[in-house]
């Protein structure tokens, strides 16, 4: 279940808009979404924070574009729509791959590991995966619209520089 802040509501620092997606089965297990703000040019950035027991990672200045119909709130509503499954496993990542999806199935469960991996391409980097088990059909819908409403609240959001 993915619990989204909706922007009709004031906001303080721990209440800002955001995306949070618990594993069904160890809810010390999560993904959460943050930090969203306008990067100009048809861009969000955003935060992506994973946890899970011994695990607590963060990846700042995710891009996230605004355009087109292959960001992470459309691969999701993609899952959604073939909820009855699906052969193999399917994947998504950002154009700099900072952070990628890997989604399979069990049953009317859908696994999603997370994968943050910021510097990819220098020496020192890390990379940090977790797991979040959703249920097909209306959880994966869900999260689909809690992800594309976090992205446009980012998307109305500037940053003052």
Sequence with gaps: MTTPHHADTPET???QPHVTIPCRDN???????CD???????AVHHAVEARAP???ARL???????WGGDGLAAFLERL???YRGWDGERSWETDDGDLA???????GLVGLTWTL?????AAGGWSASVTTWVEAGEQMAGLAADVRHFLASGANKSVAR
């Design 13 to 15: 620092p721990d209440e």
């Design 27 to 33: 809810p010390a297990v999560g993904v959460r979404l």
């Design 36 to 42: 969203a703000r306008d990067a100009g040019r048809d």
């Design 54 to 56: 011994g695990l607590a």
């Design 60 to 66: 700042d200045e995710v891009v996230a574009w605004t």
């Design 80 to 82: 959604a729509a073939e």
């Design 101 to 107: 999806v890997s989604v399979f199935r069990s049953g």
């Design 117 to 121: 991996r910021p510097w990819r391409r």
